[in-house]
């Protein structure tokens, strides 16, 4: 199935003069933009930076994992130099952005699973990575992630992914317009580290769309499983679960499953 093809010139003249979006770095095949994103940090590029591909050939997922990123998707990279108390809150801004745009442009709801993912019902539609580390003048940067199923045919996908995921294309019968979706994603980008910097905080509104809370869960980090009822969101982020014995311990990252037994 052919696509209309993504246009840089029409983002970054969209976007003009915000700053998140006013550089695109676009090219039609990547390694992965988070990778590309750090070599154009490596080479300075500025604050708002935005890196786009219409495919990738390693695309990257959370705890090592392959995201899988056939044509027709959105894949973006966004370069920031936040304060630590933004950065902390950037996964949660980059969630409700994709939400924001989604409505906007396709007119649908859609909820959060902690720690990063969109969901279309019960299905993901949209998924977020953040990376951090330092450039060499020792400011602290983040790479934020973010892949959407736009417009992809799902039976054509591999059964272990057709299972999970969603496409907006299949749930808005038509073709999704992935330059307006990637304008309006940043736009909201661009408001709310705004309001980030003028002090506000984003979890309580987050923390509303998330079907994790409130649920009995298993969580699977790197190392450990654990089990118990999902209770608030901290502000750094983490998961706090209650436990059997009474205890609540923060997770900070992990992969969450509903409890059914």
Known sequence: MQFTPLSAGEISDALQPQCIGSCVV?????????????????AGAQHGTIV?????????GRLSRQWVSPLGGVYISIILYPPHQIALQLTALAALAVSDAIFQICKLETCFKWPNDVLLGVKKVSGII?????????????????GINANMQMSQQ??????VAASLSQA????????????????????????LERGEMLWQEWQH???????????KSRTDVYEGLA?????EGSLLLRKSNGETIA???GDVTLRTC
């Open 231 to 235: 209770e608030a969101i901290n502000n």
């Open 52 to 60: 786009i591909c219409e495919q990738q050939g390693q695309g990257q």
């Open 158 to 163: 591999p059964a272990e992914i057709a299972d």
């Open 209 to 219: 769309k998330l079907v994790t809370l409130g649920k009995s869960v298993v969580v």
């Open 172 to 195: 808005v019968g038509r073709e999704v317009p992935r330059n307006q979706l990637i304008i309006s994603l940043l736009q909201s980008c661009e408001r709310r580290y705004n309001a």
């Open 130 to 146: 953040a990376r951090r580390g330092q450039d060499g003048h020792g400011r602290t940067w983040v790479v934020v992630g973010i």
């Open 251 to 253: 997770i900070p990252a």
């Open 26 to 42: 676009y090219s039609q095949v990547m390694t992965s933009t988070m990778d590309v994103a750090q070599s154009q940090i490596a």
